[in-house]
C-alpha cells in the first residue's frame, strides 16, 4: 500500500505456484517469473487479465535448467496466460545466457507458446513502457520520445527469430 501512495509499482519475485494467489491478494502489479507448476484456474487468469497486472515470464531462464516436462508446463502455463489476454512485459533474468541473446530466445519461447510476432514486438516496446510506467518517454516511435531504430532485411512480423539478424542499429 505504500509503494501505491507513493505512486511506484509493486512486482513481486515468484517462484512458486502458491506465490501468485498472494501476490494478487496483496495488490502487487505484477510478477517477475512462470513457476512449472502455476496455478492456471480461470478464475486466476481472469483476476490477472482484469487488473492492470503484467507477467514478465523470464521462459529463457527455465529453459536452461528445468527437465523438459517442468519445461514444457512453463510453456502451457504461459500460453494460458496469452490466451487469456493477460498483460505480457519481455524481459530476461538470465546469467547463463548472454544479455542480447537471452532477449532473442525469450522472443522464441514467447513464439513457442503461441504469442503472434507483433503481439511479441509490443511485449518488448510499448508493454514494457507501460509496465515501468514510462509510456510517456519510451516504447513508441514518437516525436519527442527517447527511442533506438533496428533495420531489418527481413521482416520479424513473419519470423520473429528475424529480429536476431538487424541490418542496421
Avoid: C
Avoid at 542480447?100 to 516496446?125: F, H, N, Q
Avoid at 520479424?156 to 542499429?169: E, F, H, T, Y
Wanted: proline content about 4%; charged content about 25%; aromatic content about 8%.
Amino acid at each position: 500500500q505504500e509503494a501505491h501512495q507513493q505512486e511506484l509499482r509493486v512486482v513481486a519475485h515468484i517462484s512458486s505456484r502458491y506465490d501468485i494467489k498472494d501476490v494478487l491478494r496483496a495488490g502487487a502489479d505484477g510478477i517477475e517469473h512462470i513457476a512449472h507448476n502455476m496455478d492456471d484456474s480461470p478464475e486466476l487468469l481472469d483476476n490477472m487479465a482484469a487488473e492492470d497486472f503484467y507477467v514478465v515470464p523470464t521462459t529463457a531462464v527455465y529453459k536452461s535448467f528445468m527437465d523438459s516436462t517442468a519445461f514444457k508446463n512453463s510453456l502451457n502455463t504461459f500460453s494460458n496466460w496469452v490466451d487469456h489476454d493477460i498483460d505480457v512485459a519481455l524481459g530476461t533474468d538470465t546469467g547463463n545466457i548472454p544479455a542480447g541473446e537471452s532477449v532473442y530466445t525469450e522472443m522464441e519461447l514467447y513464439a513457442k507458446a503461441g504469442m503472434d510476432p507483433y503481439e511479441i514486438l509490443k511485449s518488448a516496446t510499448i508493454e514494457a513502457a507501460r509496465h515501468i510506467r514510462a509510456a510517456d518517454r519510451l516504447g513508441t516511435l514518437e516525436v519527442g520520445k527517447e527511442a533506438d531504430l533496428i533495420v531489418f532485411k527481413q521482416n520479424p512480423l513473419k519470423n520473429i527469430g528475424d529480429l536476431g539478424k538487424p541490418s542496421w542499429v
